[in-house]
């Protein structure tokens, strides 16, 4: 067996440099393109991506990190874990992953702590696991024959069998594995890198005695390539000695989030993650030489914490960046250099400690009044029906929109000419929802790029980037700020259009505002100060833009925190203490509007009925959340819910329309756990990236279904 490499990466961005896959992908489902042309797509982007990373001198490629749309998915299909509803589609991958006309995506969640969204596997007592393993061998051939030897990437057995809530199918699946290691052996494969991502987090006695079991077998095969089990995202903890105690030769370990390994593993490779796939900060090179020699192992790599999909592609491709903000970033292709730098290098002496800035902790802000006096002041303020329809908050954004806004940063189109286009577009999205009956109208945010971008660009301490584009899932993909600097607001932000949308109806608007923990949880964050102290920060300019929003005569004001369970420490030891600042940053940031204010807040893919206690703390008048999507899974731990509740009924995520049975039968569920007066009937998410025709058609079945309801329940919408 060749030693493991000196340097290498646990992954690459994938969406290609100016978002090419999603071009690709967006024009193959709109039928503009076809399957041939897509694959070529992908090939291209996987041969440039080797050949980048050749260049910058690293030593290990991966292959097989490449997706379609999802890695997590990418397994279930390798593994024959395809549920047989999906198996006659005309595209069985894709139906999974964003459903047919007749036919319900998979449930999506997201991948640990990050922002990026996996599908979640479906394994139930009928399926039969059988490897397919067409595309991680075609991709090492594909590599050897532009001349590049590569390390296949594949989610480990246990994680991926704990994210589909299967471990007891453990044995079934290593026989899968067990044939794929000998596949690639055959192929001439060095190397293969097992992602085992969930052994970061609290494991009990039996998922650990899983993984010794799981990586004895492997370890085991007669004909197999290296093991290379990473783990990543925290400290490997308990689970490090179970698998330093297994016949695996490399491990790789996170020392940006986890500690330095406190176990001797002679014998064995530590892959040492000191350079962040999760920032965009440079590494400080003695703090990683530092931990490097740190390390007690047979022989030590140097590797990103975990893949690098998590960050942008290239810094260089940012001049509009001030040059001294600039020089202290680095994207994904200054992380490989520094990889590679960092292994070229001796390692010496211990790691330098640390330096913190010691702050004040927050103030304290006044909070509002109990919830049932706040219900009932709303209750006659608002004077709304039964089971009130409502949106997330965005409508779709037009590429007329899009164009518009790109010819405004061009000098082609005046601001003033810019502003009069999205007034039409929110007079267009007001006179939709009232034709559509909607009860909470929305403003559709025509004029903003990106829920957390919109706001970076208007608050100081923030820098935004042209071309720092990160995978969110499938074609979706973001541009997350840069929070460099001390955080406040020069001038209101959202006022000016949520006033007019308000001044075209009679109905109420909702003023739109993403909270606290979702602007920092969906920024790359400056870390010279603690996060709490950060998301206080923002929460104080969030604070005082629900003030001048009430002012402006808005009667409803939704602050979305997705993110909050986002951010949850994956070890239970560090939950509490994060919940209470998080929460207490929430309160503070809607603490100015008045007990008559409706407050709402929306989370979305998060499996928030693991933190409903949290959100119920968050003390919004109203919440929604996804639920069509997972089947109505968060309706069994609702039932002690106190305040609004809007469990999703429309799967916005997916181009299919649910028909008004459908969302009836959703919504007969909530009632089932709730009171009426306490539900709300919304979609899942926010609706920019589905067309006017899907929406249109999806929200009047939303609305009839409420009608149907309300009916039954002998109540009128008057």
Not at 190 to 195: I, R
Not at 260 to 265: G, R, S
Not at 447 to 461: C, I, K, S
Not at 462 to 474: D, I, K, L, R
Request: glycine content about 8%; aromatic content about 6%; hydrophobic content about 40%.
């Amino acid at each position: 067996m060749s030693p493991f490499p000196t340097s290498t990466v646990l992954g690459y961005p994938r969406i290609g440099p100016r978002r090419e896959l999603k071009r690709a992908l967006e024009s193959y489902w709109d039928g503009r393109s076809t399957r041939d042309e897509l694959d070529r797509a992908g090939a291209d982007l996987r041969a440039r991506t080797w050949r980048k990373l050749a260049e910058l001198g690293l030593e290990g490629l991966p292959s097989n990190t490449f997706s379609m749309y999802d890695q997590v998915l990418d397994t279930a299909v390798l593994l024959g874990a395809v549920p047989a509803r999906y198996r006659d589609t005309d595209d069985p991958y894709f139906a999974m992953a964003r459903g047919t006309g007749e036919l319900a995506p998979l449930r999506m969640t997201k991948w640990f702590d990050t922002n990026y969204h996996y599908i979640v596997p479906e394994i139930g007592p009928d399926t039969v696991f059988k490897l397919d393993a067409a595309t991680p061998l075609s991709e090492v051939r594909e590599a050897r024959a532009l001349g590049y030897e590569t390390r296949p990437v594949i989610v480990g057995p246990v994680t991926f069998l704990l994210l589909a809530s299967a471990l007891d199918r453990l044995d079934e699946v290593l026989g899968c594995y067990e044939e794929l290691l000998a596949a690639l052996a055959a192929e001439g494969v060095g190397w293969v890198q097992l992602d085992e991502p969930a052994l970061v987090a609290d494991r009990t006695p039996e998922e650990l005695a899983a993984v010794r079991s799981a990586y004895e077998r492997l370890g085991s095969a007669e004909a197999r390539p290296g093991l290379f089990v990473a783990t990543y995202f925290g400290d490997a903890g308990e689970a490090l000695p179970v698998l330093a105690g297994t016949p695996v030769e490399a491990i790789g370990v996170d020392l940006v989030r986890g500690g330095v390994p406190e176990i001797d593993l002679e014998g064995r490779t530590v892959v040492a993650g000191v350079v962040s796939g999760r920032d965009v900060w440079r590494t400080p090179p003695e703090r990683a030489l530092g931990a490097l020699a740190a390390v007690r192992a047979g022989r030590v790599a140097v590797s990103t914490s975990c893949s690098l999909l998590h960050v942008p592609y290239d810094v260089e491709a940012e001049p509009g960046l001030d040059p001294r903000l600039k020089e202290r970033l680095a994207f994904a292709d200054q992380k490989v250099a520094e990889v590679v730098a960092l292994s070229r290098s001796p390692f010496h002496g211990p790691a330098p400690a640390g330096t913190s800035v010691a702050r004040p902790a927050p103030v304290t802000a006044e909070g509002r009044g109990p919830y049932a006096e706040r219900a009932a002041a709303q209750a006659g303020h608002l004077r709304l029906p039964p089971l009130p329809t409502t949106t997330i908050g965005s409508f779709p954004q037009t590429g007329e929109l899009r164009a518009a806004r790109a010819a405004v940063a061009a000098g082609s189109l005046s601001q003033e000419d810019y502003e009069r286009r999205v007034e039409a577009e929110i007079e267009r999205v007001v006179r939709v929802q009232e034709r559509l009956g909607l009860d909470v109208l929305v403003h559709g945010e025509p004029e903003r790029n990106d829920m957390v971008q919109y706001f970076a660009e208007h608050l100081d301490g923030f820098a935004v980037t042209a071309n720092g584009w990160v995978q969110s899932y499938g074609s979706r993909c973001t541009r997350p700020p840069i929070l460099y600097g001390d955080v406040s607001r020069p001038s209101p932000i959202t006022v000016r259009w949520a006033a007019y949308a308000q001044s075209l109806t009679d109905k109420p608007v909702k003023g739109m505002l993403t909270g606290p923990v979702t602007i920092v949880a969906w920024s790359f964050v400056r870390d010279d100060l603690p996060l709490r102290d950060v998301v206080f920060q923002v929460a104080d300019a969030v604070r005082e833009e629900v003030r001048d929003l009430e002012a402006a005569g808005m009667k409803i004001i939704q602050v979305d925190e997705p993110a909050l369970r986002e951010l949850l420490p994956l070890r239970r030891d560090a939950q509490a203490d994060y919940l209470e600042w998080a929460v207490a940053a929430y309160r503070r940031a809607t603490s100015g509007a008045s007990d008559r204010t409706q407050i709402h807040t929306h989370l979305c893919y998060s499996d928030a009925d693991q933190i409903l206690a949290a959100i119920d703390g968050l003390d919004a008048d109203v919440t929604t959340i996804e639920s069509a999507r997972s089947g109505g899974r968060i309706l069994g731990a609702v039932e002690s819910f106190g305040r609004g509740l809007g469990p999703g009924v429309y799967d916005i995520h997916s181009p299919r329309v649910p028909s008004a049975e459908e969302v009836a039968e959703l919504l007969r569920g909530t009632l089932a756990v709730l009171p009426a007066e306490r539900v709300w009937v919304n979609p899942d998410c926010g609706l920019k990236t589905r067309t006017y025709e899907q929406v249109e058609a999806s929200l009047a079945n939303v609305v009839t279904a409420a009608r149907e309801l309300r009916h039954r329940m002998n109540v009128s919408a008057d």
